[in-house]
């Protein structure tokens, strides 16, 4: 027969330490979770190509992704490039996905 026995909080200290050891442990443990997705996707490759007096990221997409919608794909060069506007400079050089 096991014997029960009460347990009698005499240090609420100890209840937070352990309470915050738990929750360090959990962040740890879900950042390299969300991490492990993350990198997990593979890599595409990028193209480079050097803007030309009169290109716009809208025609670029006309060019670059003919069958997928031209903002879907210009939001997404803007993110790549992390652009501050839509606007190109001749002679600027941009990752396109």
Same mark, same amino acid.
């Given at each position: 027969?096991?014997? =029960?026995?009460? #347990? /009698?909080?005499?240090?609420? $200290? /100890? *209840?937070? $330490?352990? !309470? &915050? !050891? *738990?929750?360090?442990? &959990?962040?740890?443990?879900?950042?390299?979770? @969300?991490?492990?997705?993350?990198?997990?996707?593979?890599?595409?490759?990028?193209? #480079? =190509?050097?803007? %030309?007096?009169?290109? @716009?990221?809208? @025609? +670029?997409?006309? =060019?670059?992704?003919?069958?997928?919608?031209? $903002?879907?794909? !210009? &939001?997404?060069? =803007? +993110?790549?490039? &992390? +652009?501050? @506007?839509?606007?190109?400079?001749?002679? %600027?050089? !941009?990752? *396109?996905?």
């Amino acid at each position: 027969m096991s014997a =029960v026995t009460s #347990y /009698r909080l005499t240090n609420p $200290r /100890r *209840l937070f $330490r352990g !309470i &915050a !050891i *738990l929750a360090l442990a &959990a962040s740890f443990t879900m950042a390299s979770i @969300s991490g492990s997705f993350a990198g997990s996707q593979e890599a595409g490759e990028l193209e #480079y =190509v050097t803007v %030309q007096y009169g290109d @716009s990221l809208w @025609s +670029l997409a006309n =060019v670059y992704a003919p069958n997928s919608d031209p $903002r879907d794909w !210009i &939001a997404e060069v =803007v +993110l790549l490039n &992390a +652009l501050s @506007s839509v606007d190109l400079t001749p002679g %600027q050089q !941009i990752a *396109l996905p």
